[in-house]
């Protein structure tokens, strides 16, 4: 607001207060230099992934294979480790576009199960970009699964304790089997495939 003088005189009306827009545009390059300063403080940095053979070879079969490690639970990343499938099939251009798409199961499929299927539909697009499948954790070779009472047979007193022991005869915690875990899982393969 500018008073007689023609100076800001926004202080003055609030007695000594900075303006909002003063407080929004300090809290945001605060955020920005934590947020900045913090990047790298999340845990180790992933290692590279190197790629081999995907157990065929040739020229119908150009794809490349790793086992990505990453922590079972983010909120220890020097923890327990588990290891998650990484399928990639190379762009067929001699001058490949530099971002890769990422193929995403959905409903708790497998993406590694799903490759043969995403490479024929998503054929016109590798001719430009490299397809990329990372396994999510809870999925293919890190699915555990137990038997249940079918659904509609019997009631909570009969379904709670095989609940109970169906958790207690799983090797890893399902708690972290999280859409959260498993955006920090794709993001670790991103990283690590450069």
């Given amino acids: 607001m500018r008073g007689r003088s023609g100076t800001d005189n926004s202080q003055d009306r609030h007695r000594g207060r900075p303006s909002a827009q003063r407080v929004v545009a300090a809290t ?3 955020l920005a230099v934590l947020g900045v300063g913090l990047a790298g403080c999340s845990g180790p940095r992933t290692p590279r992934l190197d790629l081999g053979s995907c157990g065929v070879d040739g020229p119908d079969h150009p794809e490349r294979c790793a086992v990505l490690q990453v922590p079972v639970d983010w ?3 020097h923890g327990l480790r588990m290891g998650l499938q990484v399928l990639v099939v190379p762009a067929r251009s001699d001058d490949p576009a530099p ?3 990422f193929y995403l199961a959905g409903f708790g499929s497998s993406a590694i199960g799903d490759a043969e299927w995403a490479y024929r539909t998503f054929a016109p697009l590798e001719d430009r970009h490299d397809l990329v499948f990372v396994e999510q954790r809870g999925t293919g070779a890190t699915a555990e699964t137990c038997s249940l009472p079918p659904e509609g047979d ?6 709670a304790p095989a609940v ?3 958790l207690a005869s799983l090797e890893r915690d399902p708690r972290h089997d999280t859409t959260a875990a498993a955006v920090r899982d794709l993001d670790a393969a991103r990283e690590a495939l450069g």
Wanted: aromatic residues 0%; contains cysteine.
């Fill in 75 to 77: 909120a220890d990343p």
């Fill in 154 to 159: 019997g009631d909570l007193a009969t379904i």
């Fill in 164 to 166: 109970t022991q169906c």
């Fill in 99 to 101: 971002d890769p798409l």
């Fill in 28 to 30: 945001a390059a605060a």
